[in-house]
């Protein structure tokens, strides 16, 4: 039973990704190569956030939200941003389009996350002996980060590819744009100010996954167009 429930929570946080991947033409086009450079680059960021974090940071005696320490999180995630820029300007791709090449990119960003945040208490915390919701939840909250992630790719080619976007649709890429790089914050904010369970949490994580990639879509849709 707790090998079966592993293997369930695994698929259930890591087949997302795969599917995605087979499932549109990124397979056809075999953007596996940009995947990976995406993931290792975000390996880097990781790297660079975590020593950010060790060195500006302190973790709260009581474990109450300090709105302090939020703020700092909130500058320091947008290393992120920054490694997404890097990963989508600075890398050398294959001949793809722009709209394959965000996704590779952003599936690529999604899935080292995922492993770097999720794989080492999947596997250790998944093959206990009694069943538990959590890594259920960690599961679908790593389907909304795939989702948001990919938004953030999206997003993120328009900002810095795209040169010839609807000046009035600028502003709202980039507000989008801000959005999705504080999300983290959001949610930390929704569990530890506001004391929401993690049903709740993640029931947000996943309808504001959707309004975001919802929006993301209509605005990539719209600079496609012919001015």
């Known amino acids: 039973m707790t090998v079966f429930h592993f293997f369930n929570c695994a698929i259930l946080t ?9 499932a549109t033409p990124l397979s056809e086009y075999d953007t596996i190569g940009t995947s ?3 993931a290792a680059v975000y390996l880097g ?11 500006f940071l302190k973790e709260s005696e009581n474990g109450n939200f300090d709105p302090y320490q939020e703020l700092l999180k909130v500058l320091i995630n947008f290393i992120d941003v920054a490694g997404l820029y890097f990963a989508l300007t600075q890398l050398t791709h294959r001949n793809i389009s722009q709209n ?3 996704q590779a990119v952003g599936l690529g960003w999604a899935f080292a996350d995922s492993v770097l945040h999720r794989l080492a208490p999947l596997w250790v915390g998944a093959r206990g ?3 538990t919701w959590e890594y259920v939840f960690q599961g679908l909250e790593a389907n909304a980060n795939l989702v948001l992630n990919l938004s953030l790719a999206a997003l993120g080619s328009l900002m810095w590819l795209r040169k010839n976007k609807p000046r009035i649709l600028i502003p709202i890429i980039y507000a ?3 959005v999705l790089a504080t999300m983290p914050s959001i949610t930390s904010y929704l569990r530890r100010a ?17 309004m975001m990639a919802f929006l993301s879509w209509q605005l990539f849709s719209a600079c496609q167009r012919p001015a």
């Open 45 to 55: 960021t990781a790297l660079v956030k975590l020593v950010c974090l060790a060195t």
């Open 14 to 22: 890591f087949g997302p990704h795969a599917v995605y991947y087979s």
């Open 100 to 102: 394959h090449k965000f």
């Open 176 to 178: 989008c744009a801000g």
């Open 129 to 131: 002996l009694e069943f």
């Open 36 to 38: 990976a450079k995406a």
């Open 194 to 210: 506001l004391g929401w369970q993690p049903a709740k949490a993640v029931g947000f994580e996943l309808f504001s996954s959707l």
